[in-house]
Nanobody, 120 residues
């Protein structure tokens, strides 16, 4: 499975972006999908996941501002009310598991990342 993330860019605080992650290859298997982010000099952190049944879960830092959704082989992350602390490289990931999806080790495939910069 190959994951291609896109949609990052530079935005002012309070603005919005929508990230996309398109899956290709052996997508006949179904996967839970997640978004993680890594700010400069920091570890990769969980942002959100969506299960096969559509259950979603968010990090407390983004809940109420970000929305994860999926359509066939693409997963989206709608990011509203962006803050400078949201600046990071955002990665999408696919997991064959349906549990403990806040943890990066649960994911089998990763995209290359798309950079989001929020200016104050």
């Amino acid at each position: 499975v190959q994951l291609q993330a896109s949609g990052g860019g530079l935005v002012q605080a309070g603005g919005s972006l929508r990230l996309s992650c398109a899956a290709s290859g052996r997508t006949d298997n179904s996967y839970a999908m997640g978004w993680f982010r890594q700010a400069p000099g920091k570890e990769r952190d969980f942002v959100a996941f969506i299960t096969l049944s559509g259950l979603t879960y968010y990090a407390s830092s983004v809940e109420g501002r970000f929305t994860i959704s999926r359509d066939k082989n693409t997963v989206y992350l709608q990011m509203n009310s962006l803050k400078p602390e949201d600046t990071a490289v955002y990665y999408c990931a696919a997991s064959s598991k349906e549990y403990s999806l806040r943890w990066s080790r649960q994911y089998d495939y990763w995209g290359q990342g798309t950079e989001v910069t929020v200016s104050s």
